[in-house]
């Protein structure tokens, strides 16, 4: 794969620990290359942790996976179906404007596990890059393969002689939910080089690893588990190539094998 310097990335999530789950192993993989990898984060995640905490925890993730810049808004958590839409559209907006990616990422329609919060991102954000017009990059939607967060919580409580062994996915406590019924990838990234640096980012956040399966994962475990990212092309934004397409392929061989636990190695 070619260089990537002076190529750029913006990712748009809505908490802590969002970018690492959704897609670290891409974000890391393109930092690698030379990208500038930037995050928008729409709250301090205040929810579930004190916001200096998991603003630290964030920094340090976002360190392993080599994000150039880190902006965290200051929504509320838990409220970002009901704030200013407008004031949130055009906060996202002026960000995307300020930094010029070639690519933003941001959740699709059904938020990972159909988060409130995060379908407020997506629309928002999809809302800000249709703004733009023809200045607008183009525009992605991460979403979970189906079965294998609960994957990983069965490879767990399968090795474990805890009689309640851990069941949560970063507080979620149904694993099923992480990509169910999500719209058919339109680009699967097999990131499995890079599942190391994901599952060390993911740890960073240390507030939300209570109970945690992902905190048990073995370092062959996360590239069977966390390996695989799934994306699909918005029709909002940008039509023209991008360099995203270089890491991946179609999704149909994936579909036929949501189960699997094959990684390719980036080249």
Known sequence: MRDLTGRSLLAVFAHPDDESIACGGLLAWCADRGARVSLVCATRGEGRGTGEVRARELEAAATILGLSDVVMLD???????????????????????????????????????????HIAVHERTT?????????????????????????????????????????????????????????????????????GRKLAAIRCHQSQLADDALAALTDEEAVRFLGMEHFRRASAGSSDDVFLEQFGRGPRADVARRGGNHARRPA
């Open 75 to 117: 929504y509320a958590d838990g409220m970002l179906p009901w704030v200013d839409t407008a004031a949130l559209e055009t906060g996202l907006r002026e960000a995307i404007r300020q930094r010029h990616p070639d690519v933003v990422i941001t959740f699709g329609e059904d938020g990972l596990y159909w988060h409130p919060d």
């Open 127 to 195: 809302a800000a890059v249709a703004a733009l017009g023809p200045d607008a990059p183009a525009l992605y939607y991460v979403s979970m393969p189906p079965g294998r967060m609960r994957a990983a919580v069965d490879a767990v409580a399968a090795r474990t002689s805890n009689p309640e062994p851990p069941l949560c996915i970063l507080g979620i406590r149904d694993p099923d939910a992480f990509g169910a019924l999500a719209p058919e990838p339109t680009l699967v990234v097999e990131a499995g080089a890079f599942a």
